[in-house]
Antibody, heavy 120, light 107 residues
């Protein structure tokens, strides 16, 4: 079955750019959105944004100025870049598939998550 | 943004108890409401979508109801594996937003 796996550096310095990749295996996510969601330690979930398999994107306005999500269909990957990070960006970052059923959308498949720590 | 507010934030319950968690949206979202379960160190797992549709593989003791602004997740008979944190999420508009979570602990 389709699986998602995040990869990228676990430690980055303040003001740098966080870069993560989500690799899709066992199938594809065509017809769905590839999402990024994060969770600061001990806190709740925050939606970062998503990309449709056609390449269209939508971002959380609270992060929009710093976020880019891109897609590499040949590699079956989608990626997250978050610029000018601070300690507040320390979190577990999840990639997920947002799937539609009629007019309803929900994240039915998640990666295991990767902890990114921002510290000098 | 649509604010999602869950209550309670935490609760203690015993195996076999009937558990109800509520979620309120700051504006009407019809039935575009999803519920997730998260265990420590794990990714969230989809339980319910479209307010009341059970995701495949999820036990039937989980059920969801509601529409508009008020929603409920019910666990009919709490099992040991159900001790976790539960999140609601609106799938109505962008940005997607989540409730703050409800932690269900063992009494």
């Amino acid at each position: 079955q389709v699986q998602l796996q995040e990869s990228g550096p676990g430690l980055i310095k303040p003001s740098e750019t966080l870069s993560l990749t989500c690799s899709v295996s066992g199938g594809s996510i065509s017809g769905s959105y590839g999402s990024w969601i994060r969770q600061p330690p001990g806190k709740g979930l925050e939606w970062i944004g998503y990309i449709y398999y056609s390449g269209n994107t939508n971002y959380n306005p609270s992060l929009k100025s710093r976020v880019t999500i891109s897609l590499d269909t040949s590699k079956k990957q989608f990626s997250l870049k978050l610029g000018s990070v601070t300690a507040a960006d320390t979190a577990v970052y999840y990639c997920a598939r947002e799937k539609g059923s009629g007019t309803y959308w929900f994240s039915d498949l998640w990666g295991r998550g990767t902890l990114v720590t921002v510290s000098s | 943004d649509i604010q999602m507010t869950q209550s309670p934030s935490s609760m203690s319950a015993s195996v076999g108890d009937r558990v109800t968690i509520t979620c309120r949206a700051s504006q009407g979202i019809a039935t575009h409401l999803n519920w997730y379960q998260q265990k420590p160190g794990k990714a969230p797992n989809l339980l319910i979508y479209a307010a009341s549709s059970l995701q495949g593989g999820v036990p039937s003791r989980f059920s969801g109801s509601g529409s508009g602004t008020d929603f409920t997740l019910t666990i009919s008979s709490l099992q040991p594996e159900d001790f976790a944190t539960y999140y609601c999420q609106q799938g109505y508009i962008i940005p997607r937003t989540f409730g703050q979570g409800t932690k269900v602990e063992i009494k």
